[in-house]
């Protein structure tokens, strides 16, 4: 009986694939350095000759990799705190990335990621693409969604918030107060968040018999910038609003200064309603009405949920949504007289 070839060795393959040893490695290891051509004909040699890939993995370090869309304002620093509590309790420490306003990570972070070797990785408002999601997989990464900016795939974990539940809440409080001209200004298009409550408000319109008008949906980016310029554009209508539903606090500091600037008073003029409850907007002038958003406990939550999973455990559900509230402070009030 002829006893089976032995697999071959790195430096084997590389010798008939005409490629350095650290090319073949490479390939061996799932990083992107390589050309589809190259990697498709080592790959065809492993499958003809065999190589016993190692399984053993290095042990993942105390580290959880916090990513986040852009480092700007409050969120980040609420969403570290939660991150950072649960951290602590199991003796990790919380790595902190930023995507500049990118929605989606590169392959030059993921580098970094899998050299890192972190207990998991937590994005925030943003996300990886397919084919990095597998990356992960395969370096024994878990990953979790917090607040995602697109629908997560059913083997994706994630954390949110109850968006078009907020947007119909802060849409009705609004109606309640007399309002009937109530603008909204939303987040990017592509945001699952964004969408949500624009839906919520469009409900709540549709509910009290108010015709929704396209001329009052402004649409904004989540940034300051981006309410300010929306809001200029809905205040200098011939008809303007009464009330602006902003999806989110930064949005409602912008059209603060939109109205100041068109010497309009809140809410004597203007009633204006935001998203999130950033600690900072308890001090504007005056305090800003809005939807709390209890980013704490979404964080904590992730982080539980990416520790479980780095321990090699299922998950009791992988989507995780937490309620939001209205918080009521001086922004809003009866409309003016007509």
């Known amino acids: 009986m002829t006893a089976e070839p032995s697999p071959l060795t790195l430096a084997q393959l590389a010798e008939l694939a005409g490629v350095s040893t650290a090319t073949v490695s490479k390939v061996v290891n ?15 040699l492993i499958r003809r000759h065999g190589y016993r890939r190692q399984r053993r993995r290095s042990t993942p370090t105390a580290l959880v990799e916090l990513v986040f869309h852009a480092l700007e304002g409050d969120y980040p620093v609420e969403i570290t705190k939660g991150v950072a509590e649960v951290a602590c309790e199991h003796d990790l420490t919380v790595g902190i990335s930023d995507l500049h306003r990118d929605h989606t990570a590169a392959d030059a ?7 890192r070797r972190p207990s998991g990785v937590i994005a925030v408002f943003s996300g990886l693409t397919e084919t990095q999601h597998e990356r992960l997989a395969r370096g024994g990464i878990p990953l979790v969604l917090l607040d995602p900016a697109d629908v997560p795939g059913k083997s994706v974990p994630s954390v949110g918030a109850g968006n078009w539940n907020g947007g119909l809440t802060a849409t009705r409080h609004l109606l309640e107060l007399g309002h009937r001209r109530i603008a909204i200004i939303t987040g990017p298009d592509a945001a ?25 949906i402004g649409r904004g980016d989540f940034f300051i910038e981006g309410g300010l310029a929306e809001a200029h554009r809905l205040l200098r209508l011939p008809h303007r609003p009464t009330a602006i539903f902003a999806t989110n606090d930064g949005q409602a500091i912008g059209v603060y200064h939109a109205a100041h600037r068109l010497g309009l008073r809140i809410p004597d003029d203007l009633s204006v309603v935001g998203f999130d409850d950033m600690p900072s907007v308890r001090w504007t002038i005056p305090p800003l009405t809005t939807i709390r958003q209890p980013f704490t406990k979404m964080a904590a939550a992730a982080t539980s949920m990416l520790l479980t999973l780095a321990q090699g455990e299922p998950l009791p559900q992988s989507r995780v949504e937490l309620a939001t509230e209205l918080v009521v402070r001086e922004s809003t009030a009866p409309p003016p007289p007509a």
Not at 30 to 44: L, M, W
Not at 199 to 216: F, K, Q, S
């Open 30 to 44: 799932g990083r992107s350095e390589v050309s589809s051509e190259t990697r498709a004909a080592v790959e065809e």
């Open 109 to 115: 972070w993921l580098e970094k990621v899998l050299r």
């Open 192 to 216: 699952l968040s964004s969408r949500a409550r624009l839906d919520g408000y469009r409900t709540a319109l549709d509910m009290a018999g108010v015709p929704i008008d396209p001329e009052l």
